[in-house]
């Protein structure tokens, strides 16, 4: 399989097609996702909670994710490898940069930054050095404390106008991708029309192109009830690469996510 860059995410855009993503942290399971036709493999911060049992994202640090994506990496996949920026890590512009560095020394083509319109400013410094970035939007796990729990974002007209906005400044400070977590499907919708980058969502409903889950919560590998927005893929996959091409075959043929994984 030919190596997966930004320019195929762009052209999926253009063309209307779907593609998928999935979380990864692990040498063995990125190099099975990225065989079942995954297109992205995101080392998030989400270890914190699936790998390391916190009940946040907020203790990961950056050695944490450098040695994910270190991991990750080595399995040589031809999906696009992206990683998290943890918490506090982009405290300033420079440490943006220093931590960005050390995810692309890694093994990371692309970094997320958790925020809003103010992410602005770093993201420029990082595409002038030549990171490119997902901004990641709407409901922001790594600010759990200050959302007052994870719960959907830009229900209020309000709310999601700022969304939208906070989405173009982040476009054409050059974000290369826009996440959207936990938003409104007909929200997801309208941040997909208004920019013209490619858009992921996460419980942002189908209008989107390209859909992604935590791994262990497509796998039923879960330790709480997981959100709406998930399905179990091992269930109906019967083994690990089952799951992942029955997850791959779902997201590009648009019957997942359905309205029940919607807001
Ligand atoms: O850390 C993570 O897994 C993420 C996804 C939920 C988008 O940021
Ligand atoms: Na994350």
């Not at 946040?56 to 996949?77: F, K, N, Q």
């Not at 200050?146 to 999601?160: D, I, M, N, P």
Request: proline share 4%; hydrophobic share 45%.
């Amino acid at each position: 399989m030919s190596a997966i860059t930004l320019a195929t995410l762009q052209a999926h855009r253009r063309d209307n097609t779907r593609f998928s993503c999935l979380t990864a942290y692990d040498a063995t399971l990125a190099s099975l996702a990225a065989d079942a036709g995954i297109s992205v493999l995101l080392v998030g911060d989400s270890l914190g909670m699936v790998l390391q049992g916190h009940d946040s994202t907020l203790p990961v640090t950056l050695d944490d994710v450098v040695y994910h994506t270190r991991c990750v990496a080595r399995a040589g996949v031809s999906s696009l490898i992206m990683a998290d920026l943890p918490f506090m890590t982009n405290a300033t512009t420079g440490e943006t940069l220093n931590a960005a560095g050390q995810l692309m020394r890694a093994g990371a083509q692309l970094v997320k930054l958790e925020g809003e319109g103010w992410l602005a400013d770093d993201i420029r410094e990082l595409v002038r050095r030549g990171v490119p970035v997902c901004a990641h939007l709407g409901l922001r796990p790594q600010s759990v404390n200050a959302l007052g729990g994870y719960r959907v974002q830009g229900r209020e007209a309000a709310a999601s106008q700022r969304l939208i906005d906070d989405a173009l400044t982040l476009e054409a400070a050059g974000a290369a991708l826009i996440l959207l977590e936990c938003v409104p499907a007909e929200l997801g919708q309208r941040v997909r029309s208004a920019v013209s980058v490619p858009v992921i969502g996460i419980g942002a409903g189908p209008e989107v192109d390209g859909q992604i889950l935590v791994m262990h919560d497509m796998l039923g590998a879960t330790r709480h009830r997981p959100p709406r927005f998930v399905r179990d893929f091992l269930a109906e996959g019967g083994s690990l690469s089952g799951a992942f091409r029955a997850y791959h075959d779902a997201v590009v043929t648009g019957s997942f996510p359905g309205p029940e994984h919607s807001f």
